[in-house]
């Protein structure tokens, strides 16, 4: 058996190795900062930060700063669609378009209705990438107002038939 101490140890060593190669990576790609945390259940094992918040006032990463969440929620929303698959609200296979009526993108390949739930979730829609319209604003465009301009927009390929990250995807099955 491995004791408290040996196992500490252990874990000490894959945390610097971690550290020290993560971090030459950071700075070889120039990530401006992070903080990074390492949890088991309910107890924190470590923390660390690397870089800056704030490089042109000399302001060090640390607990406190503050980052974009990104695409982080998208596990929330990808958490959310799949309750509403379990609960048989909803269905993957479903045209989006029934659960959602006010999406109406302009379709090149086919019917908007032929795009699913699960090509939304999969990135495999059609869908733009990207609405970069107030994106990082303090006062961001409402999800109705992201389908309205994603309805503005034309697909750019058949649903199922390529892999393309999609922000507006997303935006839309938070909408739904």
């Not at 945390?37 to 006032?57: A, F, P």
């Not at 974009?68 to 596990?75: E, F």
């Not at 379990?86 to 045209?95: A, F, G, R």
Request: include cysteine.
């Amino acid at each position: 058996g491995t004791t408290a101490q040996e196992g500490n140890s252990s874990l000490n060593n894959v945390i610097e190795t971690f550290k020290s190669e993560y971090f030459q990576d950071l700075e070889r790609d120039k990530v401006t900062g992070l903080s990074i945390v390492l949890l088991n259940r309910d107890s924190i094992i470590w923390v660390d930060h690397y870089g800056w918040e704030n490089k042109e006032v000399n302001k060090e990463a640390d607990s406190d700063t503050e980052y974009l969440i990104g695409s982080v929620t998208k596990l929330f929303t990808a958490l959310s669609v799949m309750q509403l698959q379990e609960n048989t609200s909803i269905h993957l296979d479903s045209s989006f378009q029934k659960y959602l009526p006010a999406f109406a993108i302009r379709s090149r390949f086919g019917s908007v209705s032929d795009i699913t739930v699960r090509n939304l979730l999969t990135h495999h829609s059609g869908i733009p990438e990207d609405n970069w319209i107030r994106k990082f604003s303090k006062h961001p465009l409402s999800l109705v107002e992201v389908t309205n301009n994603i309805n503005n927009t034309y697909t750019c390929f058949p649903p199922g038939k390529l892999w393309v990250y999609s922000n507006s995807g997303y935006c839309l099955l938070g909408h739904m």
